[in-house]
């Protein structure tokens, strides 16, 4: 079967670090992303791992262990405007030109002063 | 910013009726999806387009059909709207080639009274 799982909510103090954790279960894998979606509007895009290792991107990273089906997400100097959902999503596909993706239910960030 | 959009945001319409959700976008890409999304829930993918003429089902069943007559357009239609199907609608594109990001509208947040 195909399974993403990640923490529902988490709260985190203004300023701090915070890594938002997701583990898999898929068959075909073809990559993983992070999205960030704020009540109401849409998911932008965070991340994408498809190897193992860790991606930076300002105060965003992101790590991916495929042997270990795990990825996480990590926040540094949490802004309040950080508060928001996180979705991990899974892409299926046995080449390069299909992208479906699997999401996890999200994990809920609050940020608080 | 992503150039996607989607029509109406809101949307109330009485059960048996006739709807057609829009979604355009103008960036070019192939591929293009419509995802379901419920208050609190997961993402599941409903409809994947490759390119023109190119329609799949996902893997959330669902009463809604699609058409792909132009690159840009992608509705999504409901021949007779009925209280389960009260959900939130969200569109989105990506790239042909490459496990690239997929970038969503706003969604369509459909209430069926």
């Known amino acids: 079967g195909q399974n993403i799982d990640q923490p529902t909510e988490m709260t985190a103090t203004e300023g701090a670090i915070v890594q938002i954790n997701c583990t898999y279960q898929?068959?075909?894998?073809?990559?993983l992303f992070w999205y960030q979606q704020h009540a109401g509007e849409a998911p932008t895009f965070l991340s994408y791992?498809?190897?193992?290792g860790l991606e930076e991107k300002g105060r965003f990273s992101s790590f991916l262990s495929r042997s270990k089906g795990y990825s996480y997400l990590l926040l540094k100097e949490l802004q309040m405007k950080d508060s928001a959902s996180y979705l991990c999503?899974?892409?299926?596909?046995?080449?390069?030109?299909?992208?479906?993706?699997?999401f996890g239910q999200g994990t809920t960030l609050q940020v608080k002063p | 910013e992503a150039d996607i959009y989607q029509t109406p945001r809101y949307l109330v319409i009485g059960t048996g009726k006739k709807i057609t959700l829009e979604c355009s976008q103008t960036?070019?890409?192939?591929?293009m999806y419509w995802y379901q999304q419920d208050p609190g829930m997961e993402l599941h993918l409903i409809h994947y387009?490759?390119?023109?003429?190119?329609?799949e089902k996902g893997d959330l069943s669902s009463e809604s059909t699609v058409s792909r007559i132009r690159t840009e357009h992608f509705p999504l239609t409901l021949e007779s709207a009925r209280p389960s199907h009260t959900s939130q609608y969200l569109c989105?594109?990506?790239?042909?080639?490459?496990?690239?990001?997929?970038?969503f509208g706003q969604g369509t947040r459909l209430t069926v009274v």
């Open positions: 989105a594109s990506s790239e042909r080639y490459g496990n690239t990001e997929a970038f």
């Open positions: 898929t068959s075909g894998f073809n990559g």
């Open positions: 791992n498809v190897l193992d």
């Open positions: 999503a899974v892409s299926r596909g046995f080449s390069s030109n299909t992208g479906k993706l699997i």
């Open positions: 960036m070019g890409h192939d591929k």
């Open positions: 387009s490759y390119g023109v003429n190119s329609t």
